[in-house]
């Protein structure tokens, strides 16, 4: 059943790599993806994910400030 659950997280990981070729500045698309591959064991690209997520924050947040 371990086997399934590694299959299923590999597979949600594709399926968020498709959504992100339609809407790269996803924000919850980023943070998905960094926490299925934190839950299979891929520290360093759940954290790639993260900092991806963070940066689409922050880019969503400049247009507001700048309006000031």
């Known amino acids: 059943q371990l ?3 590694a299959g299923n997280r590999l597979a949600a990981v594709a399926d968020f790599d498709g959504a992100l070729e339609v809407e790269p500045q996803s ?3 980023w943070v998905c993806r960094g ?3 934190e ?3 891929r520290l360093d ?6 900092e991806r997520a963070y ?14």
């Open 55 to 68: 940066r689409a924050f922050v880019a969503k947040q400049k247009p507001a400030f700048e309006g000031n």
């Open 39 to 41: 839950r299979r064991g």
């Open 45 to 50: 690209l759940a954290i790639e994910d993260f």
């Open 27 to 29: 924000l919850n698309v």
């Open 35 to 37: 926490i299925a591959n």
């Open 3 to 5: 086997g399934d659950a």
